[in-house]
């Protein structure tokens, strides 16, 4: 037995749950017509294999018509989801992990021009900033209808064999009602604490008439809305009393924060660069006024702070929710002792900025999450050994590396730098994005661990590369940023020569962001920070598109507080000198119009070219011609290496300018194969 308290037994009333992680309510966008399919199911059931002691589906199903999904939700409110939470309960609950459901109305958080186009419904009509719907203000037959509605759908989980279920009750209808803020109805609905927490009660009581007591139901909230003139801490806890006194819940899942506008959304659930487990101290405070089974998730990310939770009492259950999706085994590599192998989450919330943006989660390094039924999380080996050398040590390069190694490969990669990275190792150089090391240092470990070898500062040639007679060559050479987009582009610098350190600041600096991605926000960071006076002109109608709303919250913190200016759909076309100082020309896409800027320095972020020389160098003497058989890659079978010597393929910039996860997914479903 061990003595991990995380691996320790829980009872949650008659239930017994095999350790203390759980993955906490959270919606990835996999349902098929509404509907928990095969894609779903197979993503559960993966971290149920794996040993999570609850898993916790959904989040913010949807128990009405006028709550329609803004993100893919799963529809509770109809009966055919039954049948199909049925079968992923059966899954996971094969493996022992207790399977749960977030129910919800949205309240104002939707819009009404999704699904049928029923008027928004909320306490007031108060809009909510994020999705910008005007509501009505609900009346007496809306509220004795969404109680039903609540019921019927806690009613199908029961039936579908679920172990229990939860409201969410922060940013959502029944928050709405709590929060003076947002709740404008008078009693019995309106007015005092009593009043705003009936609708909830109410909810509660009819769900309980139709499930009984031993169905197990708790509620997810937030216990202080840390907003003027919303719910305060004080206000939390009486609530958190409240439920508990009730006899109606058996949990308490604490939230902190509001997600009514981006940033509120982003310090609830904090991305890359923030504090870890910022809220952990607060719900362990709820937990200490209750004595009530208290969970919580909110950044904590790494097996330490979770088990500091557990032992300290903080939390009876503690969510690993983005953690699990880096790494969907968490619970076998600590009960095996290989914490040091878990796969990071490097909290660059690529998985949530996705599914507010209308795709589905995906994690930033690992590509089999959300994909484990094409891409299984598992590596099988080959039927036969070769010899592999890869080109270059960045994402791409890195992952190509130790999935050949673990298809039983020997495996050799060429670095031209002195260190593993690529464009990581720039990122990384901004202090809030330094936690993206995380991701190539892993990868070097288990490239390391499974016999690897690399040479660095090595500017492989052709030579090079077929010494030894390789049967597999894979360029991973990245690509270099390309500022040629400009008349006057030598007299310009690019995002990475800031970033890098190789060009020095200017104080008056125009940066024209022609890519929307994180390199211009970075080194506008950077020379705003130094005292700069920045712009950022792009001809995009919105800033940095490719940078989702969470990840652009602090950022957007930083460049605010230096006085960035973002200037919209002008174009710079042309830099001239103008005796010491620059003047760059702008250009509209939407007429003839012109605007000039005298600045210091120009700075251009326009992606990159590929480094590929090598690769077509290459690929004249190889077996394949360079050519990738696209209907195999995607449908997971093998390229066809027609005739004698090696074959070449290249992924990630060495191909095109992309981001870290098709660099990575390229080399996963290409390699997985050979």
């Known amino acids: 037995m061990t003595n991990d308290p995380l691996l320790q037994p829980y009872r949650l009333k008659h239930l017994v749950l095999k350790n203390r992680l759980m993955i906490t309510s959270h919606e990835p966008a996999y349902p098929e017509d509404g509907m928990p399919k095969a894609r ?111 019921a019927t759908a806690a009613e199908r989980m029961q039936e579908a064999g679920l172990d229990g279920i939860e409201l969410q009750a922060y940013g959502h209808l029944m928050d709405q009602f709590w929060s003076p803020l947002t709740n404008t109805l008078d009693g019995p609905y309106g007015g005092d604490l009593d009043n705003r927490l009936r609708f909830t009660f109410e909810v509660l009581d009819a769900i309980r008439k139709r499930t009984g007591p031993e ?75 209750t004595q009530f089974p208290t969970l919580h998730a909110a950044k904590i990310q790494d097996v330490a702070t979770a088990r500091h939770a557990i032992a300290s009492g903080k939390l009876d259950l503690v969510g690993m929710t983005r953690a699990h999706m880096a790494d969907p085994h968490i619970v076998a590599k600590i009960a095996r002792g290989e914490e040091d192998r878990i796969r990071p ?92 090391m995380q991701l190539i240092d892993w990868r070097v470990a288990e490239c390391e661990r499974a016999g690897v070898r690399f040479h660095y500062n090595s500017f492989a040639e052709a030579d090079t590369v077929l010494e030894g007679s390789p049967d597999v060559v894979i360029v991973a050479t990245g690509g270099l940023p390309d500022v040629d987009v400009v008349e006057g582009a030598e007299l310009v610098v690019s995002a990475w020569d800031i970033l890098s350190g190789d060009a020095s600041l200017g104080e008056t600096v125009l940066i024209y962001d022609d890519a929307g991605d994180y390199p211009a926000l970075q080194a506008a960071e950077k020379l705003a920070q130094a005292g700069a006076k920045v712009e950022v002109v792009t001809r995009d109608r919105s800033i ?16 605010q507080r230096h006085d960035v200016t973002f200037t ?58 360079g050519a990738v058989d696209y209907e195999a890659l995607i449908a997971g079978g093998a390229q066809l290496e027609a005739g004698a010597g090696y074959a070449v393929y290249r992924i990630g910039d060495a191909v095109a300018a992309r981001n870290t996860h098709a660099a990575i997914y390229d080399a996963l479903r290409l390699v997985r194969t050979l």
Not at 97 to 110: D, E
Not at 234 to 263: P, Q
Not at 544 to 559: D, G, H, N, Y
Request: proline share 5%; glycine share 10%; net charge negative.
């Open 215 to 289: 169905f197990l139901v708790g509620v997810r909230y937030t216990g202080d809305e840390m907003l003027e003139g919303g719910l305060n801490a004080e206000d939390g806890l009486e609530i958190s009393r409240r439920l508990k006194d009730s006899g109606l819940v058996d949990f308490l899942n604490v939230v902190r924060g509001h997600i009514d506008t981006d940033a509120g959304l982003t310090d609830t659930i904090p991305v890359q660069g923030m504090a870890s487990s910022p809220h952990l101290d607060f719900a362990g405070r709820i937990r200490a006024e």
């Open 544 to 559: 940095v598109p490719e940078v989702m709303a969470m990840s652009l919250t602090p950022s957007l913190r930083i460049l």
């Open 40 to 150: 779903y199911r197979a993503y559960h059931e993966e971290r149920a294999r794996a040993g999570v002691g609850l898993t916790m589906t959904a989040g913010s199903a949807s128990v009405s018509r006028d709550s329609p999904p803004v993100f893919n939700n799963i529809l509770a409110w109809k009966d055919e989801v039954v049948g199909w939470m049925a079968e992923l309960t059966d899954a996971c609950h094969e493996h022992g992990c207790a399977v749960m459901i977030q129910l919800t109305h949205l309240g104002r958080r939707t819009r009404w021009d999704k699904g049928d186009w029923l008027p928004v419904v909320s306490p007031s009509h108060a809009r909510e900033p994020s999705h910008k719907a005007f509501p009505k203000r609900a009346e007496d037959w809306d509220i004795a209808r969404l109680i039903e509605d609540y």
């Open 568 to 625: 919209t759909t002008w174009r710079v076309d042309g830099v001239r000198r103008d005796g010491n100082r620059l003047v760059a020309t702008l250009g509209s896409d939407y007429g003839d119009m012109v605007q000039e800027r005298r600045v210091d320095q120009v700075v251009v972020n326009h992606g990159t070219l590929p480094l590929d020389d090598l690769y077509f160098e290459l690929r004249e003497g190889s077996s394949n011609g």
């Open 345 to 436: 989450c490097v909290g660059a919330n690529y998985c949530l900025d996705r599914i507010y943006q209308g795709g589905m989660a995906l994690c930033l390094h690992n590509p089999s999450t959300g994909r484990e039924l094409e891409q299984p999380h598992e590596i099988a080996p080959a039927d036969v050994a070769k010899k592999v050398v890869i080109v270059g040590a960045g994402p791409a390069g890195l992952e190509a590396a130790r999935v050949a190694a673990l298809r039983g490969h020997e495996v050799i990669v060429h670095e031209a730098a002195g260190h593993p990275g690529g464009q990581v190792r720039l990122t990384a150089l901004t202090e809030r994005r330094r936690e993206m």
